[in-house]
């Protein structure tokens, strides 16, 4: 079991920059593989960046390449999501995920573990 905490959201001017954090606990957190997705009304989850257990194999969407960063440090139980160049369309909520697997899948069905979610605005 691990529980999942989100920070870092909020309100931004397109073009602006937010880093979210999620904040392990429970099992030792190098043991999952981690992931953000996020989600707007009336939509699937959708993946945004992937990271595996040790941080040196990541995945992203297409449509955040070049402006996310995923990265993790795992003496501080926590994960993070440096966002740039932020659009309108980036407008969501944010969730942190965590699978035991190896692999960095990008289906919402492939993580058990979920936290509570984190809004990130962005205006035009």
């Known amino acids: 079991q691990v529980q999942l905490v989100e920070s870092g959201g909020g309100l931004v001017q397109a073009g602006g920059s937010l880093r979210l954090s999620c904040a392990a606990s429970g099992r030792t957190f190098s043991s999952f593989t981690m992931a953000w997705f996020r989600q707007t009304p009336g939509k699937a989850r959708g993946f945004v960046a992937g990271?595996?257990?040790?941080?040196?194999?990541?995945s992203y969407a297409d449509s955040v390449k070049g402006r996310f960063t995923i990265s993790r440090d795992n003496a501080k139980n926590t994960m993070y999501l440096q966002m740039n160049s932020l659009k309108s369309e980036d407008t969501a909520v944010y969730y942190c995920?965590?699978?035991?697997?190896?692999?960095?899948?990008?289906?919402?069905?492939?993580?058990?573990?979920w936290g509570q979610g984190t809004q990130v605005t962005v205006s035009s």
């Open positions: 990271i595996d257990r040790s941080g040196s194999r990541t």
């Open positions: 995920a965590a699978d035991v697997r190896v692999g960095v899948g990008s289906y919402d069905y492939e993580y058990p573990y």
